[in-house]
């Protein structure tokens, strides 16, 4: 087993936590809007001190690399690259969307259903992925353009709709079986589960060439995939 340091900057929560042997020691988290060039740093103080921990103890750095928000993204990207160059240590780049479907699962043991963490793209586009109750993917990693007949082969399937993204489709669709929960807050915790597979895989990101998977690139303005 080993001990990670986890970085989640994809959305306007900064979080980071400590693992040893998969085990959580610390988390710490700011939802300030995008101020994580601020509180990045900071957090990671607090996560050593609550859990008595020095950087040069871990393993690798394990961040969420997207999609998300493109600055958020970039901060966290580099703020882990930096301390895995200065230390010497293993970067794994963690699939935000799994992330969030494994934060799901921590705060709703019980649930029964598939998950479909979406995050929001603006206008009425979101970044979307498909998990089913156990964590495995059903879906890759899409940008979607949200409307009445998206995912409708899901309508008899008991749904958790999750993310900033699942705001502006509650409000297009109604289906019984679903729950939209557009305020849930996962954080830097729930990749561990995610690190500790890539790091016995050995699945490393490589630090001169690592980016966040942004899924759409800068100022673009092609059309999103349809599903």
Not at 3 to 11: R, V
Not at 28 to 36: L, P, V
Not at 118 to 139: K, P, Q, S
């Amino acid at each position: 087993m080993a001990c990670f340091l986890h970085i989640e900057t994809a959305t306007g929560i900064c979080s980071v936590a400590l693992s040893k042997h998969g085990k959580l020691c610390a988390v710490e988290s700011r939802n300030e809007g995008y101020k994580h060039a601020e509180n990045i740093l900071v957090l990671v103080e607090l996560v050593k001190k609550a859990a008595e921990m020095e950087l040069s103890d871990i393993d690798a750095v394990v961040v969420s690399a997207g999609p998300g928000s493109y600055t958020g993204l970039r901060i966290g990207m580099s703020t882990a690259k930096g301390i895995c160059f200065a230390l010497d240590k293993k970067l794994i780049a963690a699939d935000t969307l799994a992330i969030m479907a494994a934060g799901y699962r921590r705060c709703n043991p019980t649930f029964e259903g598939n998950i479909l963490p979406m995050l929001d793209a603006r206008r009425m586009e979101v970044y979307a992925a498909l998990f089913d109750e156990n964590g495995e993917r059903l879906i890759e990693n899409v940008p979607v353009i949200l409307d009445d007949q998206r995912f409708a082969d899901l309508h008899n399937k008991h749904l958790a709709v999750i993310g900033d993204g699942a705001q502006k489709f509650s409000e297009i669709v109604a289906v019984g079986n679903w729950i939209f929960e557009p305020g849930f807050v996962w954080d830097a915790q729930d990749s561990l589960a995610i690190a500790t597979e890539a790091y016995e895989k050995g699945d490393f990101a490589d630090l001169a060439y690592a980016e966040p998977n942004y899924l759409k690139p800068f100022y673009t303005t092609a059309k999103p995939v349809q599903l």
